[in-house]
């Protein structure tokens, strides 16, 4: 379910993301933040942003941590 918030801070919500990539310690790991990055941009693109909550846990599902 997309959490839309069109008022959000965008700029904060995307450096929420990019703190990632210090803990992403493979080249996977970090392959898949820029991915998250990136369906994050295409969400505040089509006007749909969405906060970095929704797309953290997919990072977090993916390596088990």
Known sequence: ?????PAMNV???RRKLIALLPTADTNQKREYV??????????VE????????QFIPM???????
Request: hydrophobic residues 35%; aromatic residues 12%.
């Open 1 to 5: 379910m997309k959490n839309v918030q």
């Open 11 to 13: 700029g904060k919500q």
């Open 34 to 43: 820029f991915h998250l990055i990136g369906l994050f941009d295409a969400a």
């Open 46 to 53: 089509d006007g749909q942003p969405q906060p970095a909550s």
């Open 59 to 65: 990072y977090e599902e993916e390596f088990d941590l």
